[in-house]
């Protein structure tokens, strides 16, 4: 091919539309040894979520799916051996799917999400399946990691960098208008609204229930979410004890716990999900991911929205959802500050949560995008929403999404 033909190939490229198809999580199970998922491996949780994508797209052929990229952030053990693939292998798609793996700590399925999605917009893929999974019972954060002492040494980091309870401290530090009491009553409403959503059947309809066995105590199906506490009131939340700082403003109570889960979700060019019958619940507007101080890694969703509300050509009035993962209370709320927006306001985390639902780390990006896909369906009024989550060593992460159940989808977009 000469070079003159090359050239006007590469000109004549299209960047196609990327749209969400459907997602799935499991149920999220508390960390540890008292835990819904003690005794079951990373991996089969993730192959349940592949599967069930699989059963609830029948129009889909599995010789179809181009890629398959699963996070985790501990890719070790049950999480490690190239973990996309080997779930793929494990679901039972053809042996001509290919996988890998990807690792952005807390943003993982967003990364697995992005990345793949820039290559169905490219044109490398038509079809993809990403995710993330998370056992934090089998691999607790940082286990196994070796951090190279020059990040201390020559104050690279600061050493609270490397605990992220300390970094939300710092937070509260940064911003003294975000007190306790504030954090402790956004937290009371995260558990309020997701016990509100389970009520009015809108969580269900995405979990994939989970037979697992516990050591001496047998079987049982999941279908539902360990970690929320209904009930929760500011009162008890008052009463817990700050571990990261003596009488700091973080608790277990206005964080996210330590848990195990997964999630997957079908992506596809616009094309090939119309050529193929998949119904599309959003479609991609613009993603980006930032840099900010390791120390206040919670600042992260901020600069990392702007770029990419400033790639859509949007603003921040443009968006009518929001999905902010809740790695702690004053993460959100430093966002929600800095752009104005009532930590009350009813386009924040209609479902509530992370604080109520569980964080299995790098399987959390799905869970958000999943819940706004419902959200959509559920208030055709809203064109734009948005899912954005802070990253462990300074980052954070956005993806716009568009609402095909809103009359201007597609117009000017």
């Not at 091919?1 to 990327?18: F, G, I």
């Not at 119309?274 to 206040?296: C, D, I, N």
Request: proline share 6%; aromatic share 6%.
């Amino acid at each position: 091919m000469s070079p003159q033909s090359v050239n006007t190939r590469q000109a004549t490229r299209q960047v196609r539309d990327v749209v969400f198809v459907d997602g799935v999580r499991t149920p999220f199970g508390k960390a540890g040894d008292k835990g819904i998922y003690h005794g079951t491996r990373a991996d089969d949780l993730i192959v349940k979520c592949i599967r069930d994508l699989m059963r609830r797209n029948p129009s889909l052929p599995a010789e179809r799916i181009d890629e398959v990229a699963i996070a985790a952030t501990t890719q070790t053990g049950d999480q490690g051996l190239t973990i996309g693939r080997t779930a793929a292998l494990l679901a039972g798609l053809p042996q001509s799917v290919p996988g890998f793996a990807i690792d952005r700590m807390c943003a993982g399925a967003m990364t697995a999400v992005t990345t793949t999605a820039g290559s169905i917009a490219f044109g490398a893929y038509d079809v993809v399946i990403a995710g993330g999974v998370e056992h934090m019972g089998n691999h607790p954060m940082g286990a196994g990691a070796d951090p190279n002492p020059r990040f201390l040494s020559e104050r690279i980091v600061d050493p609270a960098a490397l605990n992220m309870g300390n970094t939300a401290e710092n937070l509260h530090d940064r911003f003294p208008a975000i007190t306790k009491e504030r954090a402790d009553r956004y937290a009371v409403a995260s558990q309020e609204k997701l016990d509100a959503a389970y009520r009015a059947g809108q969580i269900q309809p995405d979990l994939v229930p989970v037979a697992a066995r516990r050591p001496e105590e047998g079987w049982k199906l999941h279908t539902t979410d360990e970690p929320p506490r209904p009930g929760t009131t500011l009162d008890s939340l008052a009463e817990l004890r700050t571990p990261f700082r003596a009488h700091g403003r973080v608790t277990a109570g206005n964080a996210a716990g330590l848990n195990d889960g997964a999630t997957a979700a079908i992506l596809a060019s616009a094309d090939a999900a119309e050529e193929l019958g998949l119904p599309v619940k959003m479609r991609l507007v613009s993603y980006a991911f930032a840099g900010v101080e390791p120390q206040v890694m919670g600042i992260g969703p901020v600069p990392s929205t702007e770029k990419a509300l400033a790639q859509a050509g949007l603003g921040i009035e443009d968006i009518g959802l929001f999905e902010i993962n809740e790695a702690f209370a004053v993460q959100v709320l430093s966002f929600l500050d800095h752009f104005g927006i009532d930590q009350e306001d009813d386009r924040v985390n209609r479902y509530g949560g992370a604080i109520a639902v569980g964080h299995p780390l790098a399987s959390s990006g799905v869970r958000l995008m999943t819940q706004l896909a419902r959200q959509f369906e559920e208030d055709p009024s809203v064109r734009y929403g948005l899912t954005t989550m802070c990253i462990g060593l300074g980052m954070g992460g956005t993806v716009v999404w568009e609402n095909p159940h809103h009359a201007d989808f597609g117009k000017d977009a």
